[in-house]
Nanobody, 124 residues
């Protein structure tokens, strides 16, 4: 599994942003995929996940403002974020795992593969 995240940038509060992550090292349909984020001085935080079967899960901080999706033909997972807030500022990482269980999804230590991260900065 080789994950590459992209799409971050500098936006203003209230704007939207779409992050994407490609998996160049395997067949994405077999993998559960997720997004986490980490702000300076803070722990890595669960943002959203989509399982191999299409089930979706969201962290409380982005629920209602974000949508995770996957395109298995392109080996890609995307995160559409709307109504961005300054507190959404962080490095966003995509993660993949083929065997993670449901209860472990929000735990960053349970995910086996990680991309390099993409910076999202939201100005007020």
């Amino acid at each position: 599994v080789q994950l590459q995240a992209f799409g971050g940038g500098l936006v203003q509060a209230g704007d939207s942003l779409r992050l994407s992550c490609t998996n160049s090292g395997g067949t994405s349909r077999r993998y559960n995929m997720a997004w986490f984020r980490q702000a300076p001085g803070k722990e890595r935080e669960f943002v959203a996940a989509i399982r191999y079967n299409g089930s979706k899960y969201y962290g409380d901080s982005v629920k209602g403002r974000s949508t995770i999706s996957r395109d298995n033909a392109k080996n890609m997972v995307s995160l559409q974020m709307n109504s961005l807030k300054p507190e959404d500022t962080a490095v966003y990482y995509c993660a993949a795992d083929s065997q993670i269980i449901l209860s472990s999804i929000p735990n960053s230590r349970s995910w086996g593969s990680w991309g390099q991260g993409t910076q999202v900065t939201v100005s007020s």
